[in-house]
């Protein structure tokens, strides 16, 4: 399948899997990889996730694949413990020590995947200072020159509200249980305020039901639907809230900051190299929902610093995670490990 909807010409091909363990299906999704890779022969493949890329990297491996790839973009047991935890370093050692190479998204990632052991035999190795495709700064710098009144009423949020926003999977990992207790903490203290989320649930870490019906039941949180192309909703956001508690490295805050959007996060593993602490964002100590409360009020009632702060993040970002720069050295790294694969 070549285009729909993709920007690049790639080929797609489609193989069965499912994201939660299943013996059965687990083999008949290595028995699809192996023929797929038997039949395209490539070069080199590059496999994500703890699951898909030990099939990933087991079928490359059968196939005698000279250059394979296992690219860490998040560690999934950094929020699990007892068996599962176990488990997933289990897979994470697994389909690193049968790739030839290790790519990790960013530096705090690579230093939590040292410390489980992963990667020992071809030590995980950051493109550039990290990220898994780069950040079109200039995308989402636009979003500046769209409404903000017209991107607030097509979403229903209020024209005159101060926005806190929050943009992904609508998960307990991402935080938003501790996003809910931060929002209704400030609205018992202040009017005026409103909370936008972008994204769905996801019944594999799901935030409960409680967390469910406290976000229908408010007239002051909008939810919507995930979308495609977030780019222009980060224009009716005064200020971006990402409580997340593991990544790779996030790609939204690193979109909010290229639209001049402020953003508060916890410094877990992945978000610390993600944004611009006391540039273009702030990190509270990871966990800390007082700290996260205290950082978001300040921020609320200081429209002048949000303003200062959202001014730096394009240039912070570019500096650092500019798409065409990440692409380079990318390639490079392919071409040098193609050279002796």
Known sequence: VRGQGWDEAAEIHHVPFRRQPSPLADLRALRATIRLIREVEPDIVNASTPKAGLLGMAAARWCRVPVRVYHLRGLRFETTTGWRRRLLILLERGAAGLATNVIVNSESARQAAGAAGIGRRHPPVVIGVGSGNGIDVDRY?????????????????????????????????????????VFEQLTNERRGLHLLLVGDVEPGDPVGPEAEQRIDDRD???????????????????????????????????????????????????TTDAVGDGVSGVLVESGDRSGLTDVVRSLVDDPERRTELGAAGPDWVRARYAQDAFWSELIATYRKWGATG
């Open 141 to 181: 710098a636009l979003s500046n020159q769209v409404s903000r009144d017209a991107t607030r009423a097509e979403l229903g949020v209020p024209q005159n509200a101060v926005v806190l926003g929050f943009i992904g999977r609508l998960t307990r990992d991402k935080g938003i249980v501790d996003l809910l207790d």
């Open 220 to 270: 002051d949180v909008t939810q919507v639907p995930w979308v495609p192309d977030t780019s222009v909703l980060y224009s009716a956001l005064d200020l971006l809230v990402f409580p997340s508690a593991r990544e790779g490295l996030p790609n939204v805050p690193l979109q909010a900051q290229s639209a001049s959007v402020p953003v508060v996060a916890y410094a877990a593993t992945g």
